[in-house]
Structure formats: structure tokens, C-alpha cells
């Protein structure tokens, strides 16, 4: 029985460590990352333009990468319903393919609609 108690103290003393060791890396890497200064500017020469251009191109790329992750899970989808002859999967699955497509040639859509 002493022996087991010593186990526990140890598991004990060990784990409050491991919480003090959390907390503590926790907290610097948010010191750190909160005090790193960002230029967003400095790369296009200061043109506002450039700037409002390139975040558009970066945000148009985040939504083409999930519609991109849509299309794949569509794929997925049609495939499961083929193995399992649900005929509603199948019919989500070609929803979610239709939504993957048109979100991710969201930009070459909107720029048909504006001319």
C-alpha cells in the first residue's frame, strides 16, 4: 500500500509539472507571436491598390481551396452512395460536387457576370 500511495504522489507531482510546463509554453508563444510587428505594405512600394489586389488574390484562393476540399468530398460521397445504393447520399453527394464547382470557380464566375 506505501508503495502504491508513493505512485500516486508521484503521478500527482508529475502531472502539475506537466500543467505548470503547459501553461507556461502557452503563454510565451502568445507573448511572442502578439509582438511580432506585420508590414503588409512594404512589399507592393506602398500603393494601396497593390495592397487591396493582393488581398483579394488571397482571399480568392482560401475560397478555391474549399471549394476544392468540396469537390474532393462530393467525389467521396458519390463513391460511398455507388458502394451502398443510397440513393439520398448520392444525391448529397452530387449537391455538394455542384456546390465544390461553383465555389471554386467562384472569381471566374463573377468575373463573366460584371463583364
Do not use: C, Y
Amino acid at each position: 500500500m506505501n508503495q502504491r500511495n508513493r505512485r500516486n504522489q508521484a503521478l500527482k507531482k508529475s502531472r502539475k509539472i506537466l500543467k505548470a510546463l503547459a501553461v507556461t509554453v502557452i503563454a510565451f508563444t502568445l507573448i511572442i507571436a502578439g509582438s511580432v510587428p506585420a508590414f503588409a505594405a512594404s512589399s507592393s512600394g506602398g500603393d494601396p491598390i497593390a495592397v487591396v489586389s493582393n488581398l483579394s488574390d488571397f482571399i480568392f484562393g482560401l475560397i478555391r481551396a474549399v471549394g476544392l476540399i468540396l469537390l474532393g468530398w462530393g467525389i467521396v460521397q458519390i463513391g460511398l452512395s455507388f458502394q451502398s445504393h443510397d440513393p439520398s447520399q448520392r444525391s448529397n453527394g452530387f449537391l455538394t460536387l455542384a456546390g465544390g464547382a461553383v465555389i471554386t470557380f467562384a472569381r471566374e464566375i463573377l468575373n463573366l457576370i460584371i463583364g
